[in-house]
Every structure is written in C-alpha cells, then in structure tokens.
C-alpha cells in the first residue's frame, strides 16, 4: 500500500485515441475526436470526507490524511507527472430524443492505476470544472449529490451489482449556486468532488455521437480500443463477427445488470444512453432510488414526472431501446446490419433467464421439472407485493426468516398477517392484501417440494436477500448532517452497507420501513437531475 501522490499513472485512452488538438477550455462542438485534454480547475480548500477503504485496497493505495498531496489530487489542484487528463465526447438520447454532443461535462478522467490482478483501472474526478463539454453548465457537483454517487456505488459493489465505483469524497469549500427542482429557487451548496473508478467509463453514446457525424474510422478506432482493452477474449476486432460477437457480451451483461437492479428494487432514474456503460456497470448516480413500497411504476426523478419513461417497471425494456440505439451506432462497423439483431434477442433471453433465476433464488427455490408453474408462481408475486404495498426488501428478508415455519406447517393466514404487519405500509387486512395472502398458502406448498432443509433454505435466502439499502431517507438524513458539519451518519451508512446480507442487530433502525414523513419530503421522495 502507497501514497496516492507517489502512484504511476497510465493513460491508454489519450495515448490510442483521437484528441482535439484545441487547449480552448470553453462551451464547443469538438467535432473529428474522442476526447479534449483538459486539466480540472482548483477549487478553495479541498478535505477528504470520505475514502473507500476497499477501493483504495484494490488500488493499493492507503488511506490519505484528510489534507494534503493526495486530497490536492483528489480534487483537482494538482495533476501528477504521469496523467494525462481528459474529457471524453460523447452524445445521447435523453428522455428518448437525440441531444447531439454531451460529453464530459463536470467529469475529468486522470488516467489508470493498476489493481490487484494487474488490470488498469481508470480514475475519474466528478465536479472537477469546466470542460469543452460543459454546455451551459459550472463544470460542478453539489454535495448532496456527491453523497448520494459515493454511497451508492459502493453500497451497489457490496450487494454484487456490477458497478463503477469511489475511492473518495472531497469537500471543496466552495459554494455552487444549484436550482434543486427547476423551480426559480437557486440557492448556494456546498461543493464536493467524488473520485470514481471503473475499468472504462466509455458509454454507448461514445459511439452514437460518432455515427452521426459519420466519422466511421474514429468509430472503429474506438470500437477497437474498447475491444483490445477491455474484451480481449473475443480476439483481435478484424472481422464483422468480432463485432457482432462484442455487441452479444454487452447485451448480456446488459441484460445482467438490469436483471440486478430489478431485483433489488434500485431505480436509476435516468437512463438516457449516456448514462449506459459498454461494460455493462451502473453508471451516472443521479436522481437514483430504491423501491421501498413495491411499485412498478414509480422514479423519483422529478424530470420525468410527464412519462414515467425510466420509472422502475420500464428498465428492462428500455434498456433494450438502448442497445437498440448502440447496435444502430455499429452499423457502420457490420456490413449487413441484419447481424446485430441476435445481439438484441440475446438480451431478451438473458434478461428472463437471469431475472427468473435471481427470483427463484430470493424465494429459496431451487428449478422444479415444472418451469411454466415456477414463472406462474414467481410472476404472480410481483403484482400481489404492489396491491399489498409490502415494502420490496423487507418482505424478501422476512419472507426469508418465515421459511422455517411454513414448512412446519404453521397456518399460512396467520403467518400472512404477521409478516404484513412487519412489511406492509397497509393494513395487513387491506382487501388489496389477498393476492398475498392466496399466494403465499402457494408458496408453501411449492416450498415443501424442496429437497433442501429450511434452515438451510432460509439460509440461502438470506445470503441474496438484503436486509439493508440505502433507502432514500437514510441517503438524505446523512446529507443533511455532512451539510451540517456531522459525518458520522454517513460514516455509519456506508460502513452498514458493505454487509448488506449480514444481521447488524446495532444497526436495526438502518432496516426499517420507510417512515411516513419521508414518503413525500424533497431529496427523499423526489430528486431531479439538478446535481
Ligand atoms: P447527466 O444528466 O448527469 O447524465 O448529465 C448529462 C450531461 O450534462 C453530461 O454531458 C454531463 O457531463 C453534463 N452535466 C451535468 N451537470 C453538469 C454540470 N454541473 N456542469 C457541466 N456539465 C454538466
Ligand atoms: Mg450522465
């Protein structure tokens, strides 16, 4: 373990890839490249607030005092000999309709660090000031949402979710002027800046701002790049296949991803193609939530209060536009685009696959020799969890603990009642309770099939059932105390969520049901892209 001041980096992206040749830090269209080299602006009086201990590990990098040479770094003051900094060019759909070039706006790549296995990682400074890319914008990040990004990164690694990740949480000391909700009330926050780190933040809109403007070499060079670097089991890219081939692991690990998220209740909140990662990771923590009553159709995201269109029930399938959109960006690349349309079915197919399984796992089951009855039993569940407004990860933990003693055959109503009464922000006698209640007499006579033993059921259950996430609520409350001057309660949160299976009896409060208050506070209930 070292000193982040005395670590070597390396820069893959701006050694093999175009780079505008402009040094010109203002709003323009960088047309012709794949990247701007652009140093980030110093800030005030940068301070480490947090630091992931794990991340770090990985990097092989200690824990830095809270000021200093690695904290410069951290935040932008200083750039080491070795990195080339950069912001990516990059377009995308929002909310359905092309918006031409986006790019790095606020994100400043350093370069890459090796971890343990010896693979690159690359480093990336969130909040770090103006690029070519910043449009409109200040080129900076808020607190609040600095937070929210660290948190849940880390919180998603620990549950298993592929992921970018933190290495840490900088304070600036500078005020950033932000409208919360777009709604005429600008008022100054604090600054921060989040050091995040993935093997590429390369997004399918890398490649689509490439296809419209037709620039087909850059688009191969890229395309090439990612392969070499990042998929190099599909072999050298010098042939339409490997494409097509590339496009098919994307989409599966796409589909993964999703199937991940459905699973856990995480809502991203705004899945515009720039926000979709070509490795597949969750990437861009924006207005993100988590389900706390089971509702298929609810974001948080204020912005997308008209459609609903990245609500939680719409992810799967508009992840499937997505790589809808990046097949399309390949045409160029694969003579008869006819070829890429497998790619897409492969997502559909890993998608249920993946989906059906991590359900049959979270219920304990294991697949029966009678699949169509296991998808009638599972798929019937989700709707009876929303008319009973079970809250989505305290039901699946309960359910859990409950195993044992259906298969004693205790009366499945009275188990219904009590577990509705622990999960459910109904009445457990509410008439939109009885689905539950018929299915779970189901699920108990499903359960006595199992060949397993209930402790051992229960068991496995709680091994992929979760009992903490970062409800939207926790999120906020250890935002307003960092805003406050008080760490400790996101201290606290991210420490609990690196065990999110395990039973933290002292950290009972972190597992409870979403208090009334917070169904419908600002920050909790609702965000918006303002961040
Ligand atoms: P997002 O909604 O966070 O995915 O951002 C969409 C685009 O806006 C990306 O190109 C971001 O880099 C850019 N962006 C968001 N916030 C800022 C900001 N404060 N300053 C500059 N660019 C930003
Ligand atoms: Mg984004």
Not at 165 to 191: I, K
Not at 350 to 360: A, I, K, Q
Request: glycine fraction near 8%; aromatic fraction near 8%.
């Amino acid at each position: 373990m070292k000193p982040l001041e005395t670590a070597t980096f390396t820069n893959s992206f701006v050694d093999e890839l175009a780079g505008d040749p402009s040094r010109e830090n203002v709003p323009r269209q960088v047309p012709g490249y794949h990247y701007s080299p652009v140093a980030p602006t110093p800030v005030a009086n940068p301070q480490l607030l947090q630091w992931s201990a794990e991340m770090g590990a990985e990097l092989g990098l200690e824990r830095p005092p809270e000021q200093g040479a690695a904290v410069e770094l951290l935040a932008g003051n200083r750039v080491a000999d070795s990195m080339r900094p950069y912001a990516a060019r990059y377009g995308g759909h929002q909310f359905g309709n092309w918006a031409g070039q986006l790019g790095d706006g606020r994100a400043i790549s350093l370069g890459e660090l090796p971890g343990q296995d010896g693979r690159r990682w690359e480093v990336q400074l969130k909040g770090a000031g103006p690029t070519p890319y910043s449009r409109r914008a200040d080129g900076r990040a808020v607190l609040r949402s600095s937070v929210r990004e660290f948190l849940c990164s880390e919180a998603m690694h620990h549950l298993g979710v592929p992921t970018t990740r933190a290495l840490s949480l900088v304070s600036t000391g500078d005020e950033v002027l932000r409208d919360m909700f777009y709604d005429g009330n600008a008022r100054p926050e604090p600054g921060a800046i989040v050091a995040r780190v993935a093997p590429s933040f390369v997004r399918f809109g890398n490649f689509q701002i490439l296809l419209a403007h037709q620039e087909t070499d850059n688009l191969r060079a890229l395309a090439d790049y990612v392969i070499r670097q990042h998929f190099p089991e599909l072999g050298a890219p010098d042939s339409p296949e490997v494409y097509v081939a590339w496009l098919t692991e994307i989409a599966r690990r796409t589909a993964e991803m999703v199937a991940h998220w459905q699973t856990v209740g995480f809502v991203h909140g705004v899945l515009n193609t720039d926000n979709m990662s070509i490795l597949g990771l969750t990437i861009d923590y924006g207005p993100y939530g988590w389900l706390e009553p089971y509702e298929p159709g609810w974001t948080p995201n204020t912005t997308d209060f008209t459609n609903y269109r990245y609500a939680f029930g719409q992810q799967p399938q508009v992840c499937l536009w997505n790589l809808t959109q990046l097949a399309q960006a390949l045409t160029p690349l694969v003579p008869d685009p006819e070829l890429l349309r497998p790619a897409l079915n492969q997502y559909v197919a890993t998608f249920n696959r993946s989906h059906h399984v991590r359900l049959l796992a979270k219920l304990g089951l294991t697949a029966s020799t009678d699949e169509a009855a296991d998808k009638l039993l599972v798929g019937s569940l989700l709707p009876a969890m929303e008319g009973a407004q079970v809250d989505m990860t305290l039901f699946y933990r309960h359910l859990s603990h409950l195993v044992p003693r259906l298969l004693a055959d205790e009366s499945a109503e009275g188990l219904a009642t009590e577990l509705l009464s622990a999960v459910s922000y109904a009445a457990p006698e509410a008439a939109g309770a009885a689905p539950l209640r018929a299915w779970l007499e189901e699920y108990a006579a499903r359960l006595r099939q199992e060949p397993g033993t209930p402790e051992a059921i229960r068991a496995g259950m709680l091994a992929v059932n979760p009992k903490y996430v970062l409800r939207n609520y926790l999120a906020q409350q250890a935002i307003e105390a960092a805003e406050a001057g008080n760490l400790a309660p996101l201290h606290t949160l991210h420490e609990v969520l690196k065990r999110p299976f395990d039973e933290q009896p002292e950290h009972e409060t972190l597992a409870a049901r979403r208090p009334a208050w917070a169904a419908t506070k600002p920050g909790s209930a609702t965000l918006s892209c303002s961040s």
